[in-house]
């Protein structure tokens, strides 16, 4: 699922179904690692957050969309 492209805000922001959630071609990337890869659903929402403490604009309801999607992308995370 996309949850925000570019022209919508300034971070375009995906699930993997079962993998996690990407930040890809991230402000905060370097030349090796453009995308970041988020390892449950509150790092993404505290990285999304970095996002916006510098100004970027992300969709209002992306942080709730992902806790609801949170079982489908961080399924271990329920064991």
Same mark, same amino acid.
């Given at each position: 699922? +996309? @949850? ?9 922001? @995906?699930? +993997? #179904? ?6 890809a071609m991230? @402000?905060?990337?370097?030349? *090796?690692?453009?995308?970041?890869? !988020?390892? %449950? ?5 505290? $990285?999304? %957050? !970095? $996002?916006?403490?510098?100004? $970027? %604009? +992300? #969709? #209002?309801?992306? /942080?709730? *969309? &992902?806790?609801?999607?949170? #079982?489908?992308?961080? /399924?271990? %995370? &329920?064991?």
């Amino acid at each position: 699922m +996309i @949850y925000s492209k570019f022209g919508e805000s300034d971070v375009y922001v @995906y699930s +993997i #179904p079962s993998r996690g959630v990407v930040c890809a071609m991230c @402000y905060f990337g370097d030349e *090796l690692e453009v995308s970041f890869c !988020a390892e %449950s659903t509150q790092e993404m929402i505290d $990285h999304l %957050s !970095a $996002h916006e403490k510098i100004g $970027h %604009s +992300i #969709p #209002p309801n992306l /942080p709730n *969309l &992902l806790i609801i999607d949170n #079982p489908e992308n961080y /399924p271990d %995370s &329920l064991s």
